[in-house]
């Protein structure tokens, strides 16, 4: 789930602030209630980007596949503890290669 607001026409991925004690200050985390429940939206982690060699269309046998660094949307600190890469063949999704990074 991201959240997103309205601003001056177009929907944007804020920096949210709240005013309290009569001063605006940037919340470390902010719940909405959905379906009954609460959920946390803030903070979280900003969707990483992967770049394949020669993708999309002169990809080679055995490619380098770079991940951007780890990142989160907040004013508090968070940690990255793994990453884990998954090849699957689009042909009938199977998986052919899977390695975790701790």
């Known amino acids: 789930m991201y ?3 309205k601003y001056s026409g177009g929907w944007v991925d804020p920096d949210p602030f709240v005013r309290y004690n009569g001063s605006w200050v940037q919340p470390e985390t902010i719940y909405v209630r959905y379906n009954g429940t609460w959920r946390i939206v803030w903070p979280y982690v900003l969707t990483p980007t992967l770049t394949v060699e020669g993708s999309p269309s002169d990809v080679p046998e055995d490619p380098l596949l770079e991940g951007s660094a ?3 949307k907040s004013n508090s600190s968070d940690f990255h503890e793994s990453t884990e890469w998954e090849v ?3 042909s009938d999704n199977v998986v052919v290669w899977n390695e975790t990074e701790i």
């Open 3 to 5: 959240l997103f607001v």
């Open 70 to 72: 780890f990142s989160i």
């Open 88 to 90: 699957v063949r689009t």
